[in-house]
């Protein structure tokens, strides 16, 4: 529940990240940017050993009822986020570290989901390779924290965390998630 908590303070949604039933949650975006920017945020947030698979679809959908679960989502997105994180797991095999994966629906308008998920492929491989501390400083700098504050609440110099973020790929990765196309839905 905080990671989403986490995820969602950081984006626009239309529908903030709930859980649904079992271990999944749903969210829905106006545009691709902020799920993909969701997705990063909760593997960020995630404790050091815990990890997910993302399917994010692209078209509409309608919400068909609701439980103590979250809202009941059907259509076109919804199905073609469900091909997506079986699309994932099958991928999985010759890339372990992959967790997210963007599919149209049949009938969206959308982005060149090659490119975005040839993005997602890269971005997932410097994530995974992320300890607990980089998976934190990568989120504090995501949250808009400065390096010192950063460095305050791990207990470590600014220069260590400097350090850290130059190395480890922090900020390929918050450089990437800062020029994510905006506007194109």
Known sequence: MRALEVADAGVTSIQRPEPTIGDEF????????DALVVTVLVRLALPEELDVRFGIGIGTLEVVGSSPYGLTQDGPAWWAARQ?????????????????RVVPAP????????????????????????????RRIAA???AGRSIGQIADSEGI?????????????V????ESVAHLPRGAS
Request: hydrophobic residues 40%; aromatic residues 4%.
């Open 26 to 33: 749903q969210s829905v975006h106006a545009e691709l940017a």
């Open 84 to 100: 997506a994180v079986v699309e994932v797991g099958e991928r999985q095999r010759s890339m372990p570290h992959l967790r997210t």
């Open 107 to 134: 009938t969206a308008a959308s982005p060149d989901t090659g490119l975005v998920n040839a993005y997602l492929e890269t971005r997932d491989f410097i994530v995974t390779g992320f300890d607990g501390r980089l």
């Open 140 to 142: 504090g700098l995501l």
């Open 157 to 169: 110099s600014a220069s260590a965390v400097s350090q850290r973020v130059r190395r480890g790929g």
């Open 171 to 174: 900020r390929a990765l918050t």
